[in-house]
């Protein structure tokens, strides 16, 4: 997940960075385009994980309950 977070905070400084320098013509529109599209899917990938990792907690405690029980 840390990655993920990480890979969130580049694609970030990214678009700050061409914002910055570039102002608004075409090839860099298309480059902003990419890379919010390129965060949105870093985020969805996150979010799913943590999902993931939720789910994963819940059936490891259920499963250590009725090993017990």
Do not use: C, P
Request: charged share 40%; aromatic share 4%.
């Amino acid at each position: 997940m840390e990655v993920l977070r990480s890979k969130i905070q580049q694609t970030d400084a990214k678009i700050d960075s061409i914002q910055n320098e570039q102002g608004s013509n075409l090839e860099s529109e298309a480059e902003l385009r990419r890379l919010k599209e390129l965060k949105k899917n870093y985020q969805t990938d996150l979010e799913n994980k943590k999902k993931n990792w939720t789910r994963f907690q819940t059936i490891k405690k259920q499963r250590k309950g009725t090993s017990q029980g």
